[in-house]
């Protein structure tokens, strides 16, 4: 069981914003289900001005969000973000001097405390950095219970980007989310999420930030693989070793005379995983010229560790 709390706020009343509400309906959408149509995260949505998201409302939706014992348990907050000398805050409609909104250092405790097996904030707010840093809270360590992660749209000195109605960092994530942080296998983590934002972003944009203490990455979302596992399965039939090669000839190529069958159907399992880059020809550009003219084709080293998954049958 994996569940989401969304939260979307425009409607402030003396600073409005335009386009939360929709970056958090995009973010719910796509984490509704995977890429095959399944269910993946049951929501709660809570977005604003379609309702008043108070404080102590916010404050109960996450206290409500990291109980029980869930496989996943994910914030995501678009809206206002304010720093002040104790501390960060997730800015909500109620907000008054000395009493800005949520705490995110309670928001840090809420998730530590948490018997949720996997916990992950995404901030899309300014000042988001604040969020677990030492800094901010005081501390020379920022503490992180097992299993939590932690990405935010800006360093806690920074502005988060709104352009054409989006967050430059939502946007991304959403992109990410769609298959473009996507291993071979089709899992994106919150680790390939936040190195997809980060490429995406330049040396003078808003700085993503990315904490984490896990042992390994549970998947947000699957998409289908690029390649079919039980193609991919057949990758040590085709290399008995790392390190061997695959010797081809003109019988591979199905538009030479000589074509077998059976070689065609082997190049073609060849040549998807040279699209993606596990396999390259030897002594020759493309597949193509290397079945032409009687060459090879062998592993690189994204393709010997496939090659090794497959063969230890770790491959799911």
């Known amino acids: 069981m994996k569940k989401a709390l969304i939260v979307g706020i425009n409607d402030y009343p003396s600073a409005p914003l335009h386009g939360c509400v929709n970056d958090a309906n995009a973010i719910g959408t796509i984490l509704e289900s995977h890429g095959d149509g399944s269910p993946n995260f049951g929501l709660k949505m809570m977005t604003s001005p379609s309702s008043n998201i108070t404080r102590s409302l916010l404050r109960e939706a996450i206290e409500q969000l990291f109980t029980g ?75 992180l219970s097992e299993g939590l992660s932690v990405l935010t749209a800006s360093r806690d000195s920074e502005y988060a980007i ?92 199905d538009t030479d005379p000589s074509a077998i069958q059976e070689n065609v159907s082997i190049f073609k399992d060849l040549q998807k995983f040279q699209s993606v880059g596990l396999v390259i020809p030897v002594d020759a550009e493309f597949m193509y010229f290397a079945a032409i003219n009687s060459k090879s084709c062998r592993l690189t080293a ?15």
């Open 162 to 253: 709104e352009v054409n109605g989006s967050g430059v960092f939502t946007s991304l994530v959403v992109d990410a989310l769609k298959g473009g942080a996507a291993d071979l296998r089709g899992n994106i983590t919150p680790g390939s999420l936040y190195a997809y934002v980060d490429e995406a972003l330049g040396a003078w944009d808003q700085r993503p930030m990315f904490k984490t203490n896990v042992t390994s990455f549970s998947p947000l979302r699957k998409i289908p693989p690029k390649v079919p596992f039980e193609t991919m399965r057949k990758i040590t039939n085709y290399f008995a070793t790392p390190d061997s090669e695959h010797l081809l000839n003109p019988t591979y190529e």
């Open 302 to 316: 994204l393709g010997y560790q496939y090659w090794r998954l497959v063969n230890e049958k770790k491959l799911a």
């Open 69 to 143: 014992d869930p496989d996943m348990a994910l914030l995501y907050f678009s809206g206002h973000g304010y720093i002040k000398s104790t501390g960060g805050y997730l800015v909500t409609t109620d907000a008054r001097k000395y009493d800005e909104g949520v705490s995110m250092d309670d928001v840090l405790t809420l998730a530590n405390q948490s018997k949720a097996k996997n916990k992950v904030i995404i901030l899309d707010c300014c000042h988001s950095g604040a969020l677990g840093s030492p800094s901010i809270m005081g501390n020379n360590i920022a503490h």
